[in-house]
C-alpha cells in the first residue's frame, strides 16, 4: 500500500501541535507568525497536510510560511499544488546554515530517528538565533531500529543529560569556564557507565534543551561533545590532558575564543554588588549574564507525545516552548560595556549605573531562568503521553520496518 500520511493518528498529532501554538503564543498575532515546517507530499493531492490542519486554523497566512523539502520530486510536488507557501528544496541543515530570517515556529517532522543530524540542526537553529524571542519548537522522530552507530551515539549523548545533583551544579558553576567543567566533569564521572537505550532515546529532549541553552555558541562545541571517542578513551587524567591539548590547539581556536571565561568578570562585578567573587550568589549572577549574552534559547515547557502511525512506526513527538531573555537585557544592556583588551573581551558596568537597577534587572532574568533550570537541571521532563495507533497489521505481518 502507498505511503500515506492522510493517517488519524498524525491527524491528532497536529492537533496537538496546533492547541499547543494556539496556548503558547496567544499573546502574538496570528497574521505575524512565521512558520518553517516539512509539509510533506508523500502523494499527489495530500500535500502540505500539516499546514492545512496546523497553520490555516490557527489563521496563519501561508505566505509566512517556509516548507523545507529535501526530495527534488516531492518540492516539485509542493510547488505544483501551489499551495501559497515558499517552497525551499533543501535541507534544514542547508537551509539552517544559510538563511538568515527569524521564525516563531520551527517544526522538524523527521522521518527518521533520533541523531547527530538533528542536534546539528538545532545548533544551527540556536547559534544562528533563527528563533524569535519566544517561540515553538516541535521535533517528530521514529523512535525504533536505529542502526548500531545511531544507538551509541544517543547513548553517548545521553552520559551529558543524565541528572546532576544541587551540589556539583553549584561546584560547575564556580568555575571559569563552566561549559568545559561540565564536560569534563561528565566525562570523568560516567566515562564507565552505560545509559539503556530506551533512556538514552528519553533523554534526547534534555539533549536538544541544552543544545538551545548554548544559544549563539551552540554550534562551536567543545571537542569532546563532538568525537565521542573521548567518552570512551581509557583513563580520565589522560583524557583530560587530551582535551586540553585540543582545546589550545587551532584547530579549535573558535571554541576557545567563544567559550566564557567569567573569573575575571566575577572577580570585576561581585564587589560592585557587595559580594565576595566566590560567593554562590556571584556565580549566579554570572550564569544570568552569560546566558544573556549568548542569547541562550530556554525550553521552559514541553509536551511529548507517542503514537504509532499506519505504516507501523513508533513516533515521538516533542513540543518545546523557547524564549530568550532578549526583552529583559535590553532593559539594563546600555549598562554594560564591552571592552577589547589582549587577553580578550571583558565586560564593565558603566559608571554612571545605578547597583539597584542593574541588579533587579538581574533579578528579572534570574526569575526566568529557573523556569528553565527547573525543566532542565532537576530533569522533570512530562511523561510522554501515547496517542494511539492506526497501525493494522495485515495478516503474518509484524510491525513495519520502515521509517515513518
Ligand atoms: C514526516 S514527513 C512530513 C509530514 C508532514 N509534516 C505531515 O504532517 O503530514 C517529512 C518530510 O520532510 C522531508 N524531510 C525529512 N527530513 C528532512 C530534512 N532534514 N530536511 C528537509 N526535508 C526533510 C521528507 O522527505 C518528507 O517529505
Redesign the pocket.
Known amino acids: 500500500m502507498a505511503h500515506t ?1 492522510d493517517d488519524p493518528v ?1 491527524a491528532l498529532s ?1 492537533e496537538k501541535l496546533r492547541d499547543w501554538i494556539r496556548q503558547r503564543l496567544a499573546m502574538k498575532r496570528p497574521r505575524d507568525l512565521r512558520v518553517l ?6 502523494q499527489e493531492g495530500q500535500e502540505a ?2 499546514v492545512k ?1 496546523v497553520y490555516d486554523p490557527l489563521g496563519i497566512p501561508r505566505k509566512n510560511i517556509v516548507g ?4 527534488r520530486q ?1 518540492a516539485e510536488r509542493l510547488r505544483t499544488a501551489n499551495l501559497g507557501i515558499e517552497v525551499v528544496n ?4 542547508d537551509y539552517f546554515s544559510q538563511c538568515g530570517r527569524k521564525f516563531d515556529i520551527i ?6 530517528q533520533r541523531g547527530r ?1 538533528t542536534i546539528d ?1 538545532i545548533a544551527l537553529i540556536a547559534s544562528r538565533q533563527r528563533f524569535t524571542s519566544w517561540s515553538i519548537l516541535c521535533t ?1 522522530h521514529y523512535a525504533k531500529q536505529e542502526p548500531k552507530t545511531r544507538q551509541q551515539f544517543l547513548e553517548s549523548l545521553a552520559l551529558l543529560n543524565t541528572p546532576l545533583d544541587a551540589r556539583t551544579i553549584a561546584e560547575i558553576s564556580s568555575t571559569d569556564n563552566p561549559r568545559f567543567a561540565y564536560i569534563m566533569h561528565r566525562m570523568e564521572t560516567l566515562k564507565d557507565s552505560h545509559v539503556p537505550l530506551a533512556e538514552a532515546r528519553d533523554l534526547f529532549t534534555h539533549e536538544v534543551i541544552r543544545v538551545l541553552s548554548y544559544g549563539e555558541e551552540a554550534s562551536d562545541k567543545v571537542a569532546g561533545e563532538r568525537n565521542d571517542f573521548l567518552f570512551w578513551y581509557p583513563g580520565a587524567q589522560e583524557q583530560r590532558k587530551t582535551l586540553r591539548e585540543i582545546c589550545k590547539s587551532d584547530v579549535i581556536a573558535v571554541d576557545l575564543e567563544h567559550a566564557w571565561h567569567l573569573d575575571h568578570f566575577r572577580r570585576y562585578v561581585a564587589p560592585y554588588f557587595g559580594r565576595s567573587p566566590e560567593e554562590p550568589q556571584s556565580h549566579l549572577l554570572m550564569d544570568v549574564l552569560r546566558m544573556a549574552f549568548i542569547h541562550s534559547y530556554m525550553a521552559q515547557s514541553i509536551a511529548r507525545y507517542g503514537y504509532q502511525s499506519n505504516s507501523g512506526a513508533k513516533m515521538e513527538m516533542d513540543i518545546f516552548e523557547v524564549k530568550t531573555l532578549d526583552r529583559l537585557f535590553d532593559r539594563i544592556r546600555h549598562m554594560l560595556h564591552c571592552v577589547e583588551t589582549p587577553e580578550g573581551k571583558i565586560h564593565t558596568i558603566d559608571t554612571k549605573t545605578d547597583p539597584r537597577k542593574l541588579q533587579n534587572g538581574i533579578n528579572a532574568m534570574a526569575d526566568e531562568i529557573r523556569k528553565w533550570s527547573h525543566v532542565y537541571w532537576l530533569g522533570t521532563l512530562p511523561k510522554r503521553e501515547y496517542l494511539g495507533s492506526s497501525y493494522h497489521p495485515q495478516r503474518g505481518h509484524s510491525e513495519s520496518t520502515h521509517d ?1
Open positions: 500520511y498524525k497536529r515546517c516539512f509539509p510533506g507530499a508523500e497536510l500539516e490542519e523545507l523539502e529535501q526530495d516531492k533543501a535541507s534544514d541543515i517544526s522538524l517532522d523527521y522521518t527518521g543530524e540542526a517528530n515513518a
